[in-house]
T-cell receptor
């Protein structure tokens, strides 16, 4: 079974530039999550989708971050404009049922200079 | 207050040692509990779920104390391959959010 796919794996940008990350969850997983993991910290939930609807985006910095999951499958997370403190690994995860195991992608490592 | 609190460590233990990690959670509505393992520069992966009655998987034992809102993970006979960060995870059904602790770093020394 194919796992959660994410791209790009690495991205280096300068502050105030924009960046987009893509995620393709495991087939059949209705719930999709984006997490931000800063070095030395645990993953922090940014946004959670159930199919193509947003369940929770309370911790998403909406002035600069946006995410969508238009067809209930793939998802894109965008940052515009980026700040130095956005340097982190952006992890996408999916689960089959609401309280099921989370399956993570390998993450997209962002460095903002 | 953080949803999940863990001692970040690091824990440096010799091979064969027994080590225990603790975690507390703040939301009494939490329903599901997990331990995830994260290797350096890798994604988190499920180690084990934690059940009210306690559960064991080989050298790993997880326990839950709902009254104290406390979760533990015990690793017996530590192996070099156990070196990783162990993340305590709590699911709150009301919003179906998964909250992660900061993780506890373990290094097993030969």
């Amino acid at each position: 079974e194919a796992g959660v796919a994410q791209s790009p794996r690495y991205k280096i940008i300068e502050k105030r530039q924009s960046v987009a990350f893509w995620c393709n969850p495991i087939s059949g997983h209705a719930t999709l999550y984006w997490y931000q993991q800063i070095l030395g910290q645990g993953p922090k939930l940014l946004i959670q989708f159930q199919n193509n609807g947003v369940v929770d985006d309370s911790q998403l910095p909406k002035d600069r971050f946006s995410a969508e999951r238009l067809k209930g499958v793939d998802s894109t997370l965008k940052i515009q404009p980026a700040k130095l403190e956005d340097s982190a690994v952006y992890l996408c995860a999916s689960s089959f049922i609401m309280t099921g195991e989370l399956f993570f992608g390998e993450g997209s490592r962002l460095t903002v200079l | 207050r953080k949803e999940v609190e863990q001692d970040p460590g690091p824990f440096n233990v010799p091979e064969g040692a027994t080590v225990a990690f603790n975690c507390t959670y703040s939301n009494s509505a939490s329903q599901s509990f997990f331990w995830y393992r994260q290797d350096c520069r890798k994604e988190p992966k499920l180690l084990m779920s934690v059940y009210s009655s306690g559960n064991e998987d080989g050298r790993f034992t997880a326990q839950l104390n709902r009254a104290s809102q406390y979760i533990s993970l015990l690793i017996r006979d530590s192996k070099l391959s156990d070196s990783a960060t162990y993340l305590c995870v709590v699911n709150v059904n009301t919003g179906n959010q998964f909250y992660f602790g900061t993780g506890t770093s373990l290094t097993v020394i030969p």
